[in-house]
């Protein structure tokens, strides 16, 4: 995200937080008390006592902070998500012959099951109120996480055609437990139509683990694609996902 994305009042805000929270943090007697016994255990002077704990304060703020951007990173990275979950939506009040879901996300109710995934969820929340904005995906993340096993040119094409995302339906899809209105719940028990559940086996946005927990919920078949990452439709191996689904629709239409 760019920094325009975040207003002046939202930055503001975070900055303000973000420094009673650090003062308030360092003013706990844990964090200073231990070189305070030790340097008089060891009969250090005051100058080591200070070089001691400022050594150790500094690697303590260096370190937290690439925690946090590794937060903030992967939560954009990993930003596109809810194609799947409204598929399974439409599919469940519409008569349809059969259900493919490439990669979906996960609907209500079933867990993250990779810490990228859980990262990403909890990592939103330091853009500020996300929900209320659109969420621009990051090209360069983009390349590196969902289309890393696309040419350049194809990549370029593909994030040509990307559009902010809804804030509102990261954080629903994402922080699903947080949502007492359950809106990407897909209802009790296998869909009505058959179903085939695709996911890449290189996946870590939507990870195979999470995905075939997201077939069995909704009483499909599932089938993952070797070697395959998460753009299953546009990534080289698109023809062995075309030729499965193919093969599959074509089981559904044959006599019992």
Not at 127 to 140: C, K, M, N, R
Request: include cysteine; glycine fraction near 8%; charged fraction near 15%.
């Amino acid at each position: 995200m760019s920094p325009p994305d975040l207003q002046q009042p939202v930055l503001i805000s975070l900055l303000g937080g973000g420094f009673v929270a650090a003062f308030l943090h360092a003013a706990m007697p844990t964090h200073w008390l231990p070189f305070v016994l030790v340097g008089r255990a060891q009969r250090w002077s005051l100058m080591r006592v200070m070089t001691v704990a400022v050594t150790a304060g500094l690697a303590h703020i260096a370190s937290t902070a690439l925690v946090g951007s590794l937060i903030v990173a992967a939560g954009l990275a990993l930003s596109l998500t809810g194609s799947g979950v409204v598929a399974a939506l439409a599919a469940r009040k519409a008569r349809v012959r059969a259900v493919v879901l490439l990669a979906p996300s996960a609907p209500w109710g079933v867990a993250s099951s990779s810490m990228e995934e859980a990262v990403t969820a909890f990592g939103l929340h330091m853009l500020g109120p996300f929900w209320a904005q659109g969420v621009a995906p990051d090209a360069s993340l983009m390349r590196h996480y969902s289309l890393d096993r696309m040419s350049k040119p194809a990549q370029d094409a593909a994030v040509a055609r990307l559009r902010p995302e809804s804030g509102r339906a990261l954080w629903e899809a994402l922080n699903w437990w947080l949502d007492p209105f359950m809106t990407t719940s897909v209802g009790v028990g296998p869909l009505d139509a058959p179903c085939l559940v695709m996911a890449g086996q290189r996946d870590v946005v939507h990870p195979p683990s999470t995905v075939r927990q997201t077939a069995t919920r909704l009483g499909a078949t599932y089938r993952e694609m070797p070697g395959m990452s998460h753009w299953l439709p546009g990534e080289p191996g698109w023809e062995d996902v075309a030729a499965a689904t193919l093969e599959w629709l074509a089981e559904q239409q044959a006599p019992a």
